[in-house]
Every structure is written in C-alpha cells, then in structure tokens.
C-alpha cells in the first residue's frame, strides 16, 4: 500500500513487545496503531501518523505499529479487529487505553493522552500553598516546580512528570499577576520563559535551575537524573537500594554507601548527616552515597547485619554501618563505633581539616573510617547474606484487589464497542431476570412452607382434654376420608391397580377412642402410595356391610342362614377392618377376637391332663416294684 514505508519501520512483533514495549511504557508512554496492508483507513491514516511522530519524538512519547495480518494476537490483546482497522492504543505502565474517537487526527489524539495523564500528575501551585509543596520532600522525593505563562501544560511537562514521577514530585506555577507574585520574587523567575527548578531538602536554594523560551525534554531529563535524589534519602525498596547502593566487584573502583539506622521520627539525626553529606570533600567523595534506613520498616535487612558481627549491640538505633554490595546476595560492612550525635551534640565549633569539619566524635570516626576504607590497604571486615528489602510503598492487599477491579472494569469498558454494548446489556438483563423470578419463587415456596409448618403445629398442639381434636389430627396428617355415597367412586371403583383402600368400622361414640389407635397403627405406610386410609360409620353403612358378607358367604363352611345377616348387631362390627381392592373386585376382613376365657379354659384342661399323665406315671413305677 503506498505510504506503508514508516508503520513498517515501526512494527513491532509479540516478542519485542512482551521484551522491550511493555517494560518501557512504565517510564514513556508508548502510542501503538494496529494496521494491515488492505486497509483504505489505513491508508488515509499514514499522513496523519508521520504528523503525530513529529509532534510525539521531541516530547518522549514512543510510537510504533504492529501489522494485524502479521501478528494476529497482539492485535487480538489490542482489541483490534479487521472491520475496525486502524486501532489506535495508548499503552502507560503496562495498562492498555482504547482510542474511542472515530476521527483519527493529531488534535484528537494529544487530547486523549492529556486525559489519561490526568490532573493529578502535576497540579497547580500559587503563592498559597507553593512552602506546603516544597516541603513535601518527607516522602522520599524532590520537587519541581515548573513555571509558565500558558494556562494549558505542555505535553512534555506531562511526559516528563510520568517518567519521574518515582523519584520526583512536579507543580506548575503559571505566572500571574497577584497569584504567583511571592514565587517569582523569591527565586527570580524571569517571566517571559518557561523555568525548571529542581528542590532537594533546602527550599530555600534549588539544587538545579533551567529557564528557556522551550525547555526540550533531552535537556529536562539532564537535569533531573543529575538531581532526581535528596541529599540523604531513604531506602524505603529494592529498587532505590541498587539505584543508591549499586552492585561493584571491583575493590579498587567499589562504592561504598554510609547508611543511618534511625526511625523516620528522628529528623535531628537525619539533618546532621544531611549536612555532613553536603560538606564531604573527603576521598572517593564520588563514589560514597549518604542513604537512612527505618529500622522497622527494614527489620530483617537491619537484623542481618547486627548478628553478623558479634560485637555490634542489639540495638543499632542512630548507628552509622559502612556497606560494599559484592554481589546480589552478599554484602561486606563496618559498624561505625558509637551513636551518631546531634548538631547540639557537638564538641567544638573549628574546622579540624580543610577537608571536613569534624563537628563531634561520631563525625570524626566516621571520617576516619572512610580515609581508611579507600586507601589501599582498607578492608570491611564482616559479611553477611542479604535478602530483597522489603517495599515500604507497596499497596496493601486490599488496595491491590481494588486497583485490579478497576483495571478490569476499565479494560472492559475500553474493549465493549457501541454495536457490543446492547447485546451485553442484553445477557446482563436476562440474567438479572432469571435471579429475580428465582428469588421471588424461593420466596414463595418457603412462604408456603412457613404456612405448612404453622398449620401442622396448630394441629399438633394439645387441645383442651378434647378427643375429637385429637382424631381430627390423625385425619389431617393421615388424610383419612370417610367412606360414604359421595366418596365410594374414589376410594373403591376407581382404584388403580395394585391399590387398596383400608377402612375402620366405628360409630360415633367409638370414634374419638379407637380412631387415634388405628392412626398409631398404620402411621408407619403414610409413604406407601398403594394404600388408602379411612373409616365408615356403621350405622350408615351397615346395608352395604350386609351385602357385602352375603358376597362370602357362599365361600364358608357350615356357613350360617344368610337370613341371619339381618340381625347383626352394629355394635359388634365396631373394630373390624376392611381391604378393599376395587380394581380387582375382592375383599379381605379382620375383626378381632378376645379369646381370654377360652384360652383359660385350655390352660385348665392341658394342665389337668399333665397332672392324671404323672399320676398315672407314679403308679406304673410302684407297681413294677
């Protein structure tokens, strides 16, 4: 395609990205623009990106492409697609920004990287809080203060700021009348040119100063990886540790790093080894670092180095120790002697040498220790193995699972595009639907069961000495039915096959009585469907219970007149159970019957019979005698 020449110059494959982009973008912000060889936007777009890399290089804001037909799922990772080619993203700190705009255009895309800069990287500064910004050097960090006449901030202020904002904290003074009149004075900003001032400690005094009609990025970051550390900062990580202390094998070229044992709240310790840092001129003045260590926050590094040298106290507070870091994993020390003393502490007020001031004793052994240590036969005599210091900035968990949240709905929303947004509100919706119709079905079932439960127990709980409360319950849970007109189809004719229906004759009298027996008796098959369970008043029923025998009687032997079935007495029915199948048209019937007076008379009769058998026995015996 014509004008291809620069997105192939600039293309970038997976492994360069996961290699060299991704890392950078957490000190430049990297600009990336997916393309293919077919595209007509692309095409159009190619004048447009030659633009914005004229605009973008001068300010410190990388850019580069990556061919979608090429590399399919970098694009993918992007969120680019063929039918929405060229994709524009914005890659800072390892977290990828969607380009929504449909117009591709180095105005629309300035804005959008302003935007995800935010306001909060360099805020505003005026004659009424600019002491409360300088003096915020406390968290480890130096200020810069950038002035202007313009009201917007240049887009490589910003980039700036993103780069450093690690070491460095940034302000923007714009120069007006009445607003930034003590800030102008005080320092001598000239206000016809845009001013750099870099603060360390002294806000009185900057360390750097840089004033130009166009302040270039080049000469900016001169300036401030020259001055990005206070004088006597604190190694609060890993990271500040190998930038301040780094690795040296070399005896003859090592650097060493005087680091202070103190808590954060000892400020009169920290400044006298800030002044006595600023003073140094002695040997290897520029291969000696002046660094503070809290002495909880770095507990285990500060324990490995009292117990490697036997001699030193268990407690190093406002302690001076020499390091040399060999290698990773070791680290060669010297303890200095003694506490290191107050400015009030000291002991004469003369310059001992022309090289240092030794305001006190501490002052003088430590200079002492450093002219030995850099000449030839200087040796730090202890070792000891170290282990990464731990992050005192680190985010706690709570905080990371919030940031990933937010990373992640921030991805999603980047990703979602208009003609995507209706089917997600779709499936977000149904699956709203679905949980609420469940929750309203839970709600009604347990409702019922609720309903269920209180009618049980109302049954279940003891009346008043009541009997036909206590058989109306047995009907309840048993669901008994009496056995009528009205009710003969359902419990008799039109059983299924296999189903019998069993029924308790009783009378109104022996109804409250012998009901809650039979109850008891076959509670056990209230889960077996093939029964049935009710009763029937005799004195209703007693026509068909006749005809119903008068069906057996022919089946008996030495069976009575059926004549006599006319005579039967209600009351001695009362009690008999009945199994009706009436499916396949047969009965089965069981009455009991107290056979006490019977079974003593056979008792009687047995016991009789064994008594004659032993007489008669005994009798047989004498005789044979």
């Not at 990580?237 to 070399?250: A, T």
């Not at 909880?296 to 507070?317: H, T, Y």
């Not at 109804?511 to 009763?535: Q, S």
Request: net charge positive.
């Amino acid at each position: 395609m014509p004008d291809s020449g620069l997105f192939h110059e600039q293309t970038i494959t997976l492994k360069g990205y996961e290699k060299n982009v991704l890392p950078a973008s957490a000190r430049t912000p990297q600009l990336i623009l997916t393309y293919s060889d077919w595209c007509m936007g692309c095409v159009r777009a190619a004048p447009m990106w030659k633009r914005l890399g004229e605009e973008m290089n001068p300010v410190g804001i990388s850019m580069s492409t990556v061919h979608a037909g090429r590399e399919p799922k970098l694009a993918r990772n992007f969120g680019a697609r063929t039918d929405s080619l060229p994709h524009l993203v914005l890659l800072m700190d390892g977290r990828i920004y969607q380009y929504r705009d449909e117009t591709l255009s180095v105005i629309n895309i300035i804005r959008f990287i302003r935007e995800k800069f935010g306001t909060q990287l360099i805020p505003r500064v005026d004659d009424s809080n600019y002491e409360d910004f300088l003096n915020g050097w406390r968290d480890n960090r130096v200020r810069v203060l950038i002035t202007g006449k313009a009201e917007v901030l240049r887009l490589r202020y910003l980039a700036l700021a993103y780069q450093y904002r690690r070491f460095a904290a940034f302000g923007y003074a714009r120069l007006i009348e009445g607003e930034t009149t003590q800030i102008q004075d005080r320092y001598n900003i000239p206000s016809t040119m845009d001013s750099m001032f870099v603060f360390r400690e002294e806000v009185d005094t900057p360390a750097a100063k840089l004033s130009m009609p166009d302040l270039p990025f080049s000469v900016m970051t001169d300036v401030l990886e020259a001055n990005k550390y206070l004088l006597l900062p604190r190694i609060s990580s890993q990271k500040i540790l190998d930038e301040l202390c780094p690795l040296d094998s070399s005896r003859v070229r090592r650097r060493l790093c005087v680091m202070l044992v103190a808590e954060e709240e000892d400020e009169d310790a920290q400044e006298s080894l800030r002044k006595y840092a600023k003073v140094y001129r002695g040997p290897g003045k520029d291969r000696v670092g002046f660094v503070y260590v809290s002495k909880k926050g770095q507990q285990a590094f500060v324990q490995a180095l009292i117990e490697a040298d036997e001699s030193m106290v268990k407690n190093p507070d406002r302690r001076l120790v020499i390091i040399w870091r060999r290698n990773l994993s070791s680290v060669s020390f010297l303890w200095i002697p003694g506490t290191w003393k107050r400015d009030e502490e000291s002991e004469n007020d003369g310059f001992a040498e022309d090289i240092l001031p030794p305001w006190n004793s501490s002052q003088y052994e430590l200079t002492a220790a450093l002219k030995r240590l850099f000449s030839d036969d200087g040796n730090l005599p202890n070792e000891t193995t170290m282990k990464e210091l731990v992050d005192e900035n680190a985010a706690g968990l709570l905080q990371r699972i919030y940031n990933r949240i937010l990373i992640l709905l921030e991805s999603i929303k980047d990703r979602i595009r208009k003609e995507d947004l209706l089917a997600a509100v779709s499936v977000i919706a149904t699956i709203v639907f679905i949980m609420a119709v469940a929750y309203v079905m839970a709600y009604l079932v347990s409702l019922e069961e609720e309903t269920i439960q209180a009618k049980r127990s109302k049954a279940t709980s003891p009346s008043s000495n009541s009997c036909a409360s206590t058989a109306s319950t047995a009907t309840l849970q048993l669901k008994m039915h009496e056995l009528r007109g009205e009710t003969y189809n359902g419990m008799v004719r039109l059983l299924k096959p296999g189903c019998r229906t069993i029924v308790l004759l009783l009378d109104k009298e022996t109804k409250a009585k012998i009901l809650p027996v039979f109850h008891r008796i076959v509670w056990p098959y209230r889960k077996n469907k093939t029964l049935m369970f009710g009763w029937m008043y005799v004195e209703r029923g007693l026509d068909w219970y006749k005809q119903l025998l008068s069906l057996a009687l022919p089946l008996w032997e030495g069976n009575p007149d059926p004549q006599q079935l006319e005579s039967i007495n209600p009351r001695n029915c009362i009690g008999t159970i009945l199994s009706l199948n009436g499916h396949r048209k047969y009965f089965c019937i069981y009455h009991a019957k107290h056979l006490e007076g019977q079974q003593r008379a056979a008792y009687a009769e047995a016991k009789n019979n064994g008594l004659r058998r032993r007489i008669g026995r005994s009798r047989g015996q004498k005789k044979e005698r």
